[in-house]
């Protein structure tokens, strides 16, 4: 267990050791005060779309955005989709049309994010090993961007979204394409998910969308 994990009132006992021992795989540790709001709040992210292509890339361009960091399985693709589809591949680069430089990053092995990406010309980062801050940093070092220009899209709050949050980024939250096919330590993801929403809920902090 995670020293101050303090978060008890919020997720239940056996929750809250199972939420703290996936945060700590990941080597991270929160300094929980009293509001225990304050770690739920790197789990919301600043928007929630249905896909990708439900992205408004007008208004990001209009707020200042210059570049997306994505994630790639169940996010562009599902998880075992090896290639683009023709509609995904119109729409990045109608994002490269719009001025947007773009890269994967992904937790998947080189071999997995390479294949996708070269086809499309895409930089990336793989085994990124989200939600740590540094392959986000290298994602911006690669697009020459900085955080308050720099988007993040994915489909995981544990992975995406807290490391987009922690690096002062906007985070986009899209619904996994492919559920099913989704990995072991992925479905542990998702249950912690669950956890967290439906306390988010309660508190009035996670809306249903329209």
């Not at 589809?85 to 071999?111: H, I, M, Y």
């Not at 801050?133 to 994602?139: W, Y």
């Not at 690096?167 to 249950?191: C, H, S, W, Y």
């Amino acid at each position: 267990m995670i020293n101050d994990c303090r978060i008890r009132n919020v997720l239940h006992v056996s929750d809250t050791a199972f939420f703290c021992m996936k945060i700590k795989e990941y080597g991270i540790v929160f300094r929980i005060k009293k509001e225990v709001t304050s770690l739920f709040e790197v789990l919301i992210p600043r928007l929630r779309v249905r896909t990708v292509y439900d992205i408004d890339l007008n208004l990001l361009q209009e707020k200042g955005y210059k570049g997306i960091i994505t994630d790639l399985d169940n996010t562009l693709v599902g998880a075992k989709d090896p290639l683009a589809t023709p509609k995904l591949t119109a729409w990045l680069e109608e994002v490269k049309r719009q001025g947007f430089k773009l890269v994967v990053v992904s937790n998947n092995d080189q071999a997995r994010v390479s294949t996708f990406c070269a086809p499309l010309d895409i930089q990336f980062v793989h085994k990124a090993r989200k939600p740590s801050s540094r392959p986000f940093s290298k994602g911006m070092e690669l697009m020459g961007l900085h955080p308050e220009e720099t988007v993040v899209v994915g489909d995981q709050l544990l992975t995406d979204v807290l490391g987009g949050n922690r690096m002062k980024l906007f985070t986009i939250l899209v619904q996994p394409i492919a559920i099913q096919d989704e990995g072991f330590g992925t479905r542990i993801n998702r249950r912690i998910e669950r956890i967290v929403t439906s306390r988010l809920r309660k508190q009035g902090l996670w809306h249903e969308e329209e």
